[in-house]
Nanobody, 124 residues
Framework: QVRLEESGGGSVQSGGSLRLSCAAP????????IGWFRQAPGKEREGVSC?????????YYADSVKGRFTIARDNVKNTVYLHMNSLKPEDTDNYSC????????????????WGRGTQVTVSS
């Protein structure tokens, strides 16, 4: 099973930016779709953004983050990033990445591996 490691979370003020990273030491993420999900206690998990494998590269964004977040791969560093700009207090959540066969399957809840998540807190 793939061990995913998220990093880059933190506390920022409204309007600020963060870059989250999803890495998998010793495992090549290039061949997998990667999704970023967020979930706060007591709330449903939300698919924030997904990217297909490198052979496709198509992306998905939730309406709530379109125009503010960008997902991208760095195959040299074997890392998938989530660039988050114009952050809002409602973006406060624990963000996790997951592998899947496609981003469509990820959004349907068909996952391979999960990371433990990184906390993002946005203050007003």
């Amino acid at each position: 099973q793939v061990r995913l490691e998220e990093s880059g979370g933190g506390s920022v003020q409204s309007g600020g930016s963060l870059r989250l990273s999803c890495a998998a030491p010793g495992f090549n993420l290039e061949y997998y779709a990667i999704g970023w999900f967020r979930q706060a206690p007591g709330k449903e998990r939300e698919g924030v953004s997904c990217i297909s494998s490198s052979s496709d590269g198509s992306t998905y964004y939730a309406d709530s983050v379109k125009g503010r977040f960008t997902i991208a791969r760095d195959n040299v560093k074997n890392t998938v990033y989530l660039h988050m700009n114009s952050l809002k207090p409602e973006d406060t959540d624990n963000y996790s990445c997951a592998t899947g066969a496609s981003w469509e399957r990820l959004l349907r809840g068909v996952f391979g591996s999960w990371g433990r998540g990184t906390q993002v807190t946005v203050s007003s």
